[in-house]
């Protein structure tokens, strides 16, 4: 072999071995637009556990690739997430903000056979669209369910529905009466507002005028929650005593530091309060804010990137040698470890995660508004059922 060829062979069969010690991960967020919180908080969840833990394992680089979904944009999710397994080789895509991403998604990841893990993306019949789906979130029945129970049981018999005109909205309702009248309550009225949404006085001046004591409401976290308290507590609703119920999504860690005060004794239920009292919590907070500063603090989705991000570095451990997409499944389905929210687990039937549910109540504690946690449900499966 002439020596240029030789060398030639050579440069190419170190960039192969390169290559092969390298899992590349597609991050598929929205990090743009009306819902960037949600990149920035999954992507902020992501890297922290990448910091703390290193980014080589079992002898391979862990690389990065990031994609700006910009939101409920289906077909660019598609086209992203092609693009991310036939050009870029990635191992698994991660990520998955909003139901028409993780929707649009799942025939690619069943045709490629591409593990894809869900962080946020939250109707439930999202993992039975395709065997590669794996979720570390939640989904709308598991987190609405416990709370229309409690209510029932704490005084509240009349409520008023409002919730977002998509898939994920249609879930919270049903999920939210079901539980909530088997408890006794009754849903007096309900209504759908568009994802985009951000003027409520109508829709709130018709709930008024039907003098519910409580409103239900499911909006995707980011401006609509914060649109919508400012004009449940400038229309007097607060003031006139309606309890306000919701997934965390109506009173995230950000929605509370835009409102203040006004918005103590705001229920809702998560899998993650940031004032959740243990160790791995403390450590979790402490080491986030060093990392990105005390604000915003981590939401359900910045814990979702993290353990997340922690079960794809246990799978990508497992497998050592080459990421096989059949055993990457088989090894994400035996995933149970401590979160900083709490214990979880993969259901390996489902690929859904069990986990503890907290009905929250916002609370000044030393000096700071926090989702003070009132009530636990433990090991609440995807339907919604506790242990
Ligand atoms: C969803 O589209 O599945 C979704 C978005 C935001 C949430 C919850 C669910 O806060």
Known sequence: MRPALAALVLLLAAAGARAEDTVRIGVLLPFSGPFADFGMQIGNGMALY?????????????ELIRRDSEGAKPDRARRLAQELITRDKVDII?????TPEALAVAPIATEARTPMVIMNAATSVIT????????????????????????????????????????????????????????GGEVAGAMRVPINALDFTAYLQRIKDARPQGVFLFVPSGE???????????????????TLLGG?????????????????????????????????????????????????????MGVAGYDGMHAIIEVIGKLRREIDPDKAMAAFKSIAFMSP????????????IVESVYIRRVERVDGELVNKEIFEFAKVDARGCAE
Request: negative net charge.
């Open 128 to 183: 039975e669209k395709s065997p590669y789906f794996v979720r570390f979130s939640f989904t709308l029945s598991q987190i609405v369910s416990p709370l229309g129970a409690w209510a029932a049981t704490h005084g509240i018999k009349r409520v008023y529905a409002v919730v977002a005109d998509y898939a994920p909205g249609y879930e919270a309702e049903a999920a939210f009466t079901k539980a909530f009248t088997a408890g």
């Open 341 to 352: 929210r709490g214990p979880i687990e993969i259901d390996p039937a489902t690929r859904d």
């Open 50 to 62: 990448l910091k703390q833990h290193g980014d080589v394992i079992a002898g391979k680089k862990i």
């Open 248 to 300: 965390t999504e109506i009173i995230d860690e950000t929605v509370i530091a835009t409102l203040g005060d006004k918005a103590v004794g705001v229920i809702s239920t998560q899998n993650y309060s940031s004032a959740h009292p243990s160790t791995e919590n403390r450590q979790f907070l402490a080491d986030w804010t060093a990392a990105f500063g005390a604000h915003p603090r981590p939401n359900f």
């Open 224 to 242: 609509q929650p914060i649109a919508f308290m400012k004009a449940f507590i400038d229309l007097g609703l607060a003031e006139a005593g309606v």
């Open 94 to 98: 991660a990520g998955f903000g909003l």
